[in-house]
């Protein structure tokens, strides 16, 4: 049963740093591309940033650019989402989901379309 399990969302202030782990089971996370996205209260899902499955290559959205930084461990079977400089707009449930690569990963991550999704893992960032 493929399976993922977000963590190490949290209380952060402005200017802090998380990250968050997306663990895989029952299946090997390197042979996918593995997305992060959010959803804040009254909006829509929003595709954060991806990694291909091959070749490493990413994707951020410009919301994130520059602030937010995904990489993989497949020997661990995880992907990470290295937050910095925590702002209050970044307050949503944080998902992370994996996808077949059958399209180029901004692609995917702007659409959306991922076969596997974890349960979230809420991120808050109040002073």
């Known amino acids: 049963q493929l399976q993922l399990v977000e963590s190490g969302g949290g209380l952060a202030q402005p200017g802090g740093s998380l990250r968050l782990s997306c663990a895989a089971s029952?299946?090997?996370?390197?042979?996918?591309?593995i997305g992060w996205f959010r959803q804040a209260p009254g909006k829509e899902r929003e595709g954060i940033s991806c990694i291909s499955a091959s070749d490493g290559n990413t994707y951020y959205a410009d919301s994130v650019k520059g602030r937010f930084t995904i990489s993989r461990d497949n020997a661990k079977n995880t992907v990470y989402l290295q937050i910095d400089s925590l702002k209050p707009e970044d307050t949503a449930v944080y998902y992370c989901?994996?996808?077949?690569?059958?399209?180029?990963?901004?692609?995917?991550?702007?659409?959306?379309?991922?076969?596997?999704w974890g349960q979230g893992t809420q991120v808050t960032v109040s002073s």
């Open positions: 989901a994996a996808g077949l690569p059958f399209r180029s990963v901004q692609a995917m991550c702007v659409s959306g379309i991922f076969g596997s």
């Open positions: 029952g299946f090997t996370l390197g042979y996918y591309t």
